[in-house]
């Protein structure tokens, strides 16, 4: 492997300084590490101690399909433990042709602004004029004014501006979860644009031209014609606030998959994706993309209007918050109405405009849900109807299947992203591979893209795998973390594992076979 | 009239695997800068274009020093002695399909032989032949002037 170069900026002091790291590892690992390092239980998550972290793929900027996605790591001001999230296409795509493996943001600017990285210089550029601007718009200013439409942007909107906890980063239709958007906007930090000119020469291009069309193969067998939201009819999604799905809310939730067809525009991919992951919507004007998340705010709060979905998730998009997340502290506000609590919130199951009002309020001064779901459960002495995991939203994946929701329980990040094999899609997420190809690759695949590339013959993901999979836990465990942190709502552990010692034992045999003990040694 | 590669913006993804392909086929680097063949996005539109083998190409008739000639398949020839990579014919070409080598000449699309690498790899078979008389039917306009978002 080649050597990982790291870039540190300081906004408090404008300082930059870069830094040859230890050349044995994947930049993912490296990039955690250096969060352990310097973010200790003392930190706070939107303090200017806090880091940053944005590491790249080994695999981007090369036609390896469904991967090259850059890793995002911080301490989450929702969980308070590593937040983690994976974005694919242009920006991983310029970042491994730029000089940077990592890029480091620690401090706080004075005043709004991006970061300009053009292959190794970097610029910290006034953001006045994107304040309150979406992510999609600032990424359309910011290309106009660099005067480059190819650059790779990362970008937060107007509830990362003002640290609401659930804030995204958004790039190419992505969105990360985890509250990473809080912590760039704690940073004063818009934008990251980011410009590499360098051409990569891999030691047998040949092979991978073999490897990509055998991958590709594969995965547009499995995924080519298929509509992700139209498959979702196929699961057993829930109900209310993740309850059991009533006959009608089946039947709701039936009529608004049905309906989202018709106002479908066209399929959309990344840079490197062969097989298109998003589509877009579009009614009245809108045009957005529609995910697990605009379905999840739909079926978890009673809403089957496929409009006021659409505009549900595409408000989410523009204010830049997680639409899963949403859809949780959405539910919990509703369950809250239901009990007679006192919320500020017309809001009410299926109320489509109220509701769609609820969102656009996240970004009021003051408004309590804006600190995500367990601390607002928490105000209204409402743990049990609080649906996270270490304070992080579920998404309603953690419904569908057992083993989704287990990986989610104990997941570091408290989000899943990911296969049923845990331990896998963990070391491929680090790789920079789309979680839902994670089944497509396998360790041999990975031997020989990484021979391909390098040249070395010696490399072993066993000895990647131990390093790389504790990692994540033992920051955590210096933040304070215990057992008890690996765990699900009752709701969905009733549901899905009986009762909570079938949960215990299968954490119990978990941990075993992670060999992690308490101590993590 | 000649034929020259395109993109069907409605199959068009996005990929940039044809930018790979042709940049490493030509080069031996993967490298967007190096291709022959440029993916761009123009409102929601993703479209990929190559040289169009004009025929009377602006490129050919101004660049100061006589390095581009048109063979009579209509595929530019670059003389990369007398080519001194000046940029001229990138500002001139009116579809934004040629690129300079770093090495500094004009790289410019040859259709590969006839047998086009990034027609053979494009995921979607968006790559197709066409002359400037069928290319409108393979242009969607209405993506082409829409953008994301909008107001509530
Ligand atoms: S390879 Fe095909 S789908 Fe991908 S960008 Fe090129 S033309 Fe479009």
């Known amino acids: 492997m080649k050597n990982i170069i790291l870039l540190m900026i300081d906004l408090g002091s404008g300082e930059k300084y870069t830094e040859r790291l230890d050349e044995d590892y994947i930049a993912g690992y490296l990039g955690v590490k250096l969060l352990k390092d310097n973010v200790g239980k003392d930190v706070e998550p939107l303090s200017p101690e806090n880091l940053l972290v944005i590491t790249t793929s080994p695999f981007a900027g090369l036609p390896i399909p469904c991967s090259g996605g850059i890793g995002i790591y911080s301490k989450s001001p929702l969980s308070g433990y590593i937040g983690e999230s994976y974005l694919f296409g242009t920006f991983g795509d310029r970042m491994a042709r730029s000089n940077y493996d990592i890029i480091a943001v620690k401090g706080v600017s004075e005043k709004p602004v991006y970061l300009y990285i053009d292959d190794s210089s970097v610029s910290i550029i006034r953001a006045d004029k994107l304040r309150g601007s979406s992510p999609w718009m600032t990424e359309k200013i910011i290309k106009e004014s660099l005067n480059d439409p190819s650059v790779g942007v990362l970008s937060i909107g107007p509830a990362g501006e003002k640290s609401v906890k659930s804030s995204t980063i958004y790039s190419d239709l992505q969105y990360t979860r985890s509250g990473l958007g809080a912590v760039m906007g704690s940073k004063k930090l818009k934008a990251i644009a980011i410009r590499g000119s360098g051409g990569l020469k891999p030691k047998n291009p040949g092979k991978i031209m073999d490897l990509y069309k055998s991958l590709t193969n594969k995965i547009a067998e499995a995924y080519g014609g298929i509509d992700l939201i139209n498959n979702l009819v196929n699961y057993n999604l829930p109900g209310h606030n993740f309850k059991k799905a009533s006959v009608e809310e089946k039947k709701g939730f039936t009529s608004l998959i049905d309906q989202i067809q018709k106002y479908k525009l066209k399929k959309e991919s990344f840079q490197q994706f062969p097989i298109s992951f998003s589509t877009l919507y579009q009614v009245d004007g809108i045009t957005t993309p529609v995910t697990l998340g605009g379905i999840a705010i739909g079926v978890l709060n009673g809403i089957y209007n496929a409009d006021t979905i659409i505009k549900a998730e595409h408000l989410c998009y523009s204010?830049?918050?997680?639409?899963?997340?949403?859809?949780?502290?959405?539910?919990?506000?509703?369950?809250?109405?239901?009990?007679?609590?006192?919320?500020?919130?017309?809001?009410?199951?299926?109320?489509?405009?109220?509701?769609?009002?609820?969102?656009?309020?996240?970004?009021?001064?003051?408004?309590?849900?804006?600190?995500?779901?367990?601390?607002?459960?928490?105000?209204?002495?409402a743990k049990d109807i609080a649906m996270h995991s270490k304070g992080i939203e579920?998404?309603?994946?953690?419904?569908?299947?057992?083993?989704?929701?287990?990986?989610?329980?104990?997941?570091?990040?408290?989000?899943?992203?990911?296969?049923?094999?845990?331990?896998?899609?963990?070391?491929?997420?680090?790789?920079?591979?789309?979680?839902?190809?994670?089944?497509?690759?396998?360790?041999?695949?990975?031997?020989?893209?990484?021979?391909?590339?390098?040249?070395?013959?010696?490399?072993?993901?066993?000895?990647?795998?131990?390093?790389?999979?504790?990692?994540?836990?033992?920051?955590n465990i210096q933040q304070g973390w215990n057992e008890e942190d690996d765990m699900l709502p009752s709701r969905i552990i009733d549901e899905l594992f009986g009762d909570k010692d079938n949960f215990l034992s299968r954490r119990q045999d978990f941990y075993y076979f992670m060999k992690w003990n308490k101590d993590n040694e | 009239m000649a034929k020259f590669i395109f993109s069907d913006t409605m199959k068009c993804n996005g990929c940039g695997i044809c930018e790979l392909i042709c940049s490493w086929y030509k080069e031996g680097s993967f490298d967007p800068l190096l291709s022959r063949i440029k993916k761009t996005r123009l409102g929601l539109a993703n479209i990929a274009t190559a040289c169009r083998f004009c025929e009377e190409p602006p490129c050919v008739v101004q660049c100061p020093t006589k390095a581009l000639t048109q063979k009579d398949n209509g595929i530019i020839d670059v003389n990369k002695e007398k080519c001194d990579g000046c940029g001229w014919c990138v500002d001139v070409c009116p579809y934004g399909a040629i690129n300079i080598h770093p090495d500094r000449f004009a790289i410019i699309c040859d259709l590969c032989d006839n047998d086009p690498q990034c027609v053979n790899v494009c995921p979607t078979d968006a790559l197709i032949l066409v002359d400037q008389d069928e290319l409108s039917n393979y242009i969607n306009y209405d993506l082409i002037e829409r953008d994301l978002g909008g107001d509530v």
């Open chain 1, 319 to 381: 204010l830049g918050i997680d639409p899963l997340s949403m859809a949780v502290v959405m539910s919990l506000a509703n369950e809250l109405k239901e009990r007679k609590e006192p919320i500020s919130s017309d809001i009410g199951w299926g109320k489509d405009k109220e509701s769609l009002d609820f969102i656009k309020s996240i970004v009021n001064d003051d408004n309590i849900f804006a600190n995500g779901v367990r601390y607002a459960a928490d105000k209204f002495n």
């Open chain 1, 394 to 475: 579920l998404s309603i994946d953690a419904f569908i299947d057992k083993d989704l929701a287990f990986n989610t329980a104990v997941s570091p990040s408290g989000a899943y992203f990911g296969s049923k094999d845990f331990a896998k899609s963990h070391i491929y997420n680090f790789l920079g591979i789309y979680p839902a190809v994670h089944d497509f690759y396998s360790d041999e695949y990975i031997y020989q893209l990484y021979t391909s590339i390098t040249g070395d013959r010696d490399f072993d993901i066993g000895l990647l795998k131990t390093d790389v999979i504790s990692i994540e836990r033992e920051f």
